[in-house]
């Protein structure tokens, strides 16, 4: 039962985070896609994890907290909300090797030296096609990408997408042919949250 038990005080604990979070109006990932990221790492066990667009580190929370031996890199934009995730995850989780990058991730991942086997994708919906292409020489075979807001708060399946809204609809759509591609990816879509993709990366 402890185990069980601890979910109670775990929840209210996420609960308050999420608080925080949409104070700051830092927008973060939903309870049960976060618990989705919890599963999906569970399973897959990592060895090499990064996070583009880690903002202050909740959705991060989810993906540490069961990986054993495993590395983390998260990166954000935002200096003030990286700081933050450093903060939480660090002591949180001070047997994770952790690392976090301020800056844009376009810049800084062509000179990470690592490959990973799993990403989660949760920053700007234009670039998604863009972290896709620099990802490519950084994956390992079978390696795992998610992707959040996959929908766009629905505005994917609309026939009219207002100007403010164009560059994210048109970047997401863009991806969401990257990767359906089946030559490099075996795709999943999940209708949680606003929307996750789940791909495998087959080279
Ligand atoms: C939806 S929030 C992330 C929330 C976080 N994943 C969570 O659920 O707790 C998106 C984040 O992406 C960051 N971002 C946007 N464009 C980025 C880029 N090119 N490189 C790195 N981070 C970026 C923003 O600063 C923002 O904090």
């Known amino acids: 039962m402890k185990d069980l038990n601890s979910i109670i005080s ?10 925080v979070s949409i104070e700051n109006k830092v927008p973060i990932v939903t309870y049960e896609v976060g618990r989705l990221l919890e599963v999906i790492a569970f399973i897959k066990n990592p060895k090499r994890v990064l996070e583009i667009g880690c903002g202050q580190g909740y959705s991060t929370y989810f993906i540490v907290k069961n990986l054993k031996k495993a590395s983390f ?12 995730a ?18 844009n991730a376009l810049k800084i991942i062509p000179d990470l030296n690592l490959e990973f086997d799993f990403v989660f994708i949760d920053a700007a919906k234009f670039e998604y096609p863009a972290y896709l292409e620099i ?4 994956l390992k ?3 795992l990408i998610v ?5 766009c708060d629905e505005k994917i399946f609309a026939r009219y997408v207002k100007e403010h809204d164009r560059n994210s609809v048109e970047g997401l759509k863009k991806f969401i042919k990257l990767i359906q591609n089946k030559e490099f990816f075996d795709t999943k879509f999940i209708d949680m949250g606003d929307g996750v993709s789940i791909s495998i990366y087959k080279k």
């Open 10 to 19: 775990e929840k209210e604990y996420l609960e308050g985070l999420s608080n």
């Open 86 to 103: 450093k903060e939480f995850i660090t002591s949180t989780f001070p047997e994770l090797n952790a690392n976090f990058y301020s800056g």
């Open 141 to 143: 075979k079978n390696a």
């Open 73 to 84: 890199t998260g990166i954000d934009l935002n200096n003030k909300r990286l700081l933050k």
């Open 147 to 151: 992707a959040d807001n996959i929908f």
């Open 135 to 138: 990802l490519l020489k950084k």
